[in-house]
């Protein structure tokens, strides 16, 4: 066996002797972690497991039987105990009494929090009565690739046979619900001997008398799909075989960073947009293929699938031959309104009365032929995770239609899953969005303590953001601290020297590949030096202009074509100094450059303003803590300067303060935060002093 052949195939990860330290509850979270580590079982999300456990009834002292099931919302590859809702079996058996049949469906959800176990908060999902009717143990549902490629074929349930016999069985398409729960009833009840079956378009059901068993089974089951389909399809062209080249590397990164942010303009006026690129292999072979645009438009099956990419993606009109990024541009407007007639369409084709109005008709997922795939969404983890499940769908459409013939999921049934009622309440049940939430910032300086400060709090208000520095060692403990504290999809970091106009425009493509676009900079790097001008060189003179206006005015030209090719506006706010604004002896390099700074951000917002760009500044003064600056060679020039000991600094610019109070970085992150949220929305061209009164520095 070839060491590829050895790579497709999934391992077996059980531990017996983990396994054995655990009780069922944790054998079940242990077996649901495996399953969900590997995206070729399952997707994020998607899928879900079960174990059915005697425990104490709290009420009666007797031992019951409890279904432990993945919640609402869930995720097998990242749940926790808590993530499992519990509910006793008697009680959810009792509910077949209750059903009414299809046409009342959805009645039964609100029927599952009084089956509940223990006061166990976690909601029950819809998938529930699907793992509570079988009579088994245990049951995994997942998403594998492999299988429901074969639940997509026209010809699913002969291959199906062809592929397992009779271990394994199959049931047509039925939304998941209670009546689907009773269909698998029904098969268990008349096919004891089998292992699992297979749901059309939708995925696999798997069983075992123990966790392990159930795992392993699951794993086989996936295994044969895989092997077989190798067999299958090996010396085809997947596809039909290439149809345009595929660009080199950082050709296709400046494709997307010029496409992205306009697509993203054209699409987040409303809602603010947030995106992700994939040029993997799987998606390169799929958009470069002679079968992408009859594939594409036949949408997804797997309903898990279906409700995260849309009822199909856009498919973008370039050559990659040519590679005319301006024509490509320029085609936008009509391929982006020509998608949104065509969902406003399947809407009206396919509503019902009391369907909930119609949602935001642009595309989620866009497919550029020798690029790769584009997805957009709220925030960046949704995402990333549509991207995800398109690949999966891609993985599914490769198989399916190498064998046989691919077969998306019904018009209606799609509407009828992405319109659900339920789905309908799912959704206004999440928290509201929060300040920043869909805005996308980049900070220089963003590994000092300003910049520290100031990721954090855009990073609290649900921004994502891009720390800038030039010091790259602390950089990354930078964005490792917050990946830990915010999540990895909210934090990017990239090196860059301010100074250096090749470095800044690669920071951007950096922010634009991560993230779609932008909305805010904070331009924060900087540096100090304090000598009387007699003594001041040249150097040092140049040093500062260099970076604390040069440097300001990079970033900012970058940040004005970016935002102007966007068309969504943007919010500047440079962080400067009291010594721009009053002047200080000993430190005439510095107070200049400071200056300058400032005088910049007035004439970027006369020139912003028509375009929606807003540009403000924020004048901190001694703000020690932290700080790179305060903690080199100008914190002795600073002491020297006013004949005190370094460690006497911060009392000392307290007591000549107005308001006798230390400025701390969170201070002018509050500062800065207020110029790049919507409370500012009416200001441009301001100074904000967080000096703690400081009566020579006041504006006016």
């Known amino acids: 066996m070839s060491d590829a052949t ?40 998607g899928g879900n497991t079960s174990a059915k456990v005697v425990q104490r009834d709290p009420l009666t002292g007797e031992d019951v039987s409890v279904l432990w099931v993945k919640g609402s919302g869930g995720d097998v590859g990242s749940i926790r105990l808590d993530g499992f809702a519990t509910l006793y079996q008697s009680k959810l058996n009792q509910l077949r009494g209750l059903y009414r049949g299809v046409a009342h469906e959805d009645e039964m959800v609100g029927y599952l929090p ?3 176990f223990a006061l166990n908060p976690r909601a029950a999902s819809i998938d529930t009565p699907l793992h509570a009717y079988l009579p088994y143990a245990h049951v995994d549902h997942m998403h594998p690739d492999a299988v429901i490629a074969i639940a997509a074929m026209r010809n699913g349930r002969e291959i199906a046979a062809r592929v397992y016999g009779d271990e394994i069985g199959w049931l047509g398409w039925r939304r998941p619900g209670f009546e689907l729960g009773l269909e698998l009833a029904r098969f268990a009840a008349e096919d004891p001997d089998a292992k699992g079956v297979i749901l059309g378009s939708h995925g696999l059901f798997t069983w075992g008398d123990t966790a392990e068993d159930c795992y392993a089974t699951t794993l086989r089951i996936i295994n044969r799909a895989i092997e077989w389909f190798e067999g299958e399809l090996s010396g085809q062209p997947a596809f039909s075989g290439e149809a345009v080249p595929t660009l080199p590397p950082e050709t296709r990164r400046a494709v997307a960073a010029r496409l992205m942010p306009a697509i993203r303009g054209r699409i987040g006026a409303e809602e603010a947009k947030v995106g992700h690129f994939d040029d993997g292999a799987a998606v390169l072979e799929f958009v470069g293929s002679r079968d992408l645009r009859k594939l594409a438009a036949l949408g997804t099956s797997c309903p898990d699938h279906f409700l995260r990419t849309k009822i199909r993606p856009l498919v973008l009109d370039f050559d990659p031959a040519t590679g005319d990024v301006d024509a490509l541009v320029g085609s936008l407007d009509g391929a982006i309104s020509a998608y949104r007639e065509d ?24 497919l550029v032929p020798g690029v790769g795939m584009l997805s957009f ?17 891609i993985n599914v459409m490769r198989g399916a239609s190498g064998v046989d013939t691919y077969e998306g999921l019904p018009e209606q049934e799609a509407f009828d899953i992405e319109y659900w009622l339920l789905e309908e309440a799912k959704l206004q049940r999440m928290p509201k969005p929060k300040s920043l939430a869909g805005r996308i910032a980049l900070v220089t300086g963003g590994a000092g303590g300003i910049g520290r400060a100031t990721a954090a709090r855009l990073l609290a208000e649900g921004a994502c953001v891009v720390l800038a520095d030039i010091n790259a060692q602390s950089l990354e403990a930078t964005r490792a601290e917050f990946a830990a504290s915010f999540g990895a999809d909210q934090v990017r970091a990239t090196v860059m020297n301010v100074t250096s106009e090749a470095e800044v425009t690669k920071s951007f493509v950096d922010a634009l590949v991560d993230y779609g676009g932008l909305d805010i900079l904070v331009s ?4 100090a030096s304090a000598a009387p001008v007699e003594d001041t060189t040249l150097e040092v003179w140049e040093r500062n202009l260099s970076i604390l206006a040069t440097g300001y005015f990079l970033v900012s030209r970058e940040a004005f074509r970016l935002f102007r090719h966007q068309k969504l506006g943007g919010s500047v706010i440079f962080v400067a100094s009291k010594n721009g604004l009053a002047a200080s002896a000993g430190a005439s390099a510095y107070c200049t450059a400071k200056a300058a700074e400032i005088h910049l951000a007035r004439c970027l917002a006369l020139e912003g303003a028509e375009a929606g760009i807003r540009v403000n500044t924020v004048n901190p003064d001694a703000v020690l803590r932290g700080s790179q600056i305060w903690s080199g060679e100008w914190r002795e020039q600073r002491a020297a300067s006013s004949k005190i000991g370094t460690d006497e600094l911060e009392a000392h610019y307290r007591n000549r303060s107005l308001l006798k109070r230390s400025v701390f970085p969170e201070d002018i992150a509050e500062a800065i935060y207020f110029f790049a949220s919507d409370l500012s929305m009416k200001s441009t061209g301001n100074i904000l002093n967080v000096d703690a009164g400081n009566a020579i520095s006041f504006t006016r």
């Open 6 to 45: 050895d790579a497709a195939r999934l391992k077996n990860l059980w531990d017996e002797a983990k396994a054995s330290t655990l009780d069922e509850p944790g054998k079940l979270l242990y077996r649901s972690n495996l399953l969900g580590s590997d995206k070729r079982i399952t997707n994020y999300g």
């Open 377 to 393: 969404a709220k925030d960046k983890a949704t995402a990333r995770i549509a991207g995800e499940f398109y690949v999966n769908a």
């Open 114 to 116: 009084h089956c509940t």
């Open 524 to 527: 924060n790097a900087g540096i």
């Open 343 to 366: 969902y406003a369409g399947y809407y009206e084709r396919c509503r019902r009365p009391g369907s909930p109005a119609m949602r935001d008709p642009n595309a989620v997922i866009y």
